[in-house]
């Protein structure tokens, strides 16, 4: 049952990076959308992330909970000493959805809509961004449990410029994720050539904020180029990713769009296996060479036999309905497009 929790957890985990990802997404790419071309641009997000933009948040509750209750001390370690990012993160997260909500479906048309505007856009990109920095901490070794101070105990332990990247490169891979996602959301010609531009772009920083985090976890310590090309599986994992990319642009280039959806989503999953398949079990990296293992520092059998049963029943609810909900607006925006034409 251990392996079964732990199947749930790293799944969820890279659900909320691709779906919850491309949903942040949206928003970065209308942040960094020229002002004349913003309304385009935020009617193809409402269409894209209007119905379903709640739910893709149902995956970091699945994992919160995952951690809460089979991991109390990893959980409560990250609760303690990532607590500042993990409130910055929910501060976003909370931010975002509620001006999502009041800029698309408020009553009253007034001014307030331009601070609802700012405040998505700007959340949109806070978010994503903390969310890379948590990340890149848990796995860096800055968590010092045996730190003295405010500033080693609660700064350090997340501020550094490794931290840093990993979060701008997470932002940059969301707005590429949205912004080939958004490609199948508008006939335009001229709206489809926008945001590939955008995809482009994303591409390239993403590229340069990869570049930037490995020189950083080379300075700073963090074996990163051993965890991603020191097992044959990493090394498979990023021959895939980069093939899956030479070809997603190359289908992009004669106009297709939904199968760069798929293959933008198969190199995410790439990223998340080169990075967890060399250092699992150990999911919390300490200072000074300590570790929290996801099968050492587990909750007792009978907690995990109940929660890994809720799990399995619960995803026979959950995840058709899940399915038949993207599907059924799928559906209706097809019907939408024809009536149109």
Wanted: a positive charge.
């Amino acid at each position: 049952m251990l392996y079964v929790i732990i199947a749930f957890l790293w799944l969820a985990i890279l659900l909320y990076l691709v779906l919850g990802g491309a949903d942040f997404g949206a928003g970065i790419v209308e942040l960094f959308t020229a002002k004349p071309n913003r309304h385009v641009t935020r009617q193809a997000t409402y269409q894209a992330i209007g119905p379903i933009w709640e739910a893709n948040h149902m995956w970091l509750v699945i994992a919160v909970v995952i951690m809460f209750v089979g991991y109390p001390s990893i959980y409560s370690m990250m609760s303690v000493y990532l607590h500042i990012p993990l409130l910055l993160l929910l501060i976003g997260i909370i931010a975002r959805g509620t001006a999502f909500v009041f800029r698309n479906y408020d009553a009253v048309v007034d001014n307030m809509q331009k601070v609802y505007n700012r405040i998505f856009l700007y959340s949109s990109f806070i978010s994503p961004l903390f969310l890379g920095i948590i990340a890149a901490s848990v796995l860096s070794g800055q968590i010092n449990p045996n730190a003295r101070t405010f500033a080693d105990a609660y700064i350090y332990s997340w501020l550094s410029v490794f931290s840093v990247a990993v979060g701008f490169f997470t932002v940059a891979l969301c707005g590429f994720l949205a912004s080939i996602y958004l490609l199948g959301e508008t006939k335009d010609a001229t709206d489809k050539h926008r945001f590939v531009r955008m995809a482009i772009i994303m591409n390239v920083v993403a590229v340069l904020c990869g570049a930037v985090v490995f020189i950083a976890a080379d300075r700073e310590g963090v074996p990163l180029v051993s965890w991603i090309f020191g097992s044959t599986f990493g090394l498979i994992a990023v021959i895939a990713a980069t093939v899956s990319l030479i070809v997603l642009w190359y289908l992009v280039a004669i106009g297709r769009s939904r199968i760069p959806r798929i293959l933008a989503a198969f190199q995410v999953t790439m990223i998340l296996f080169a990075l967890s398949f060399r250092h699992f079990p150990n999911f919390v990296i300490l200072h000074g060479g300590g570790h929290l293992s996801l099968l050492k520092d587990a909750a007792p059998q009978s907690t995990l036999d109940a929660l890994g049963w809720a799990l399995i029943i619960g995803s026979c609810f959950i995840l058709p309905a899940l399915f038949y909900l993207y599907f059924s607006f799928e559906k209706r925006k097809g019907e939408m497009d024809k009536e149109r034409a």
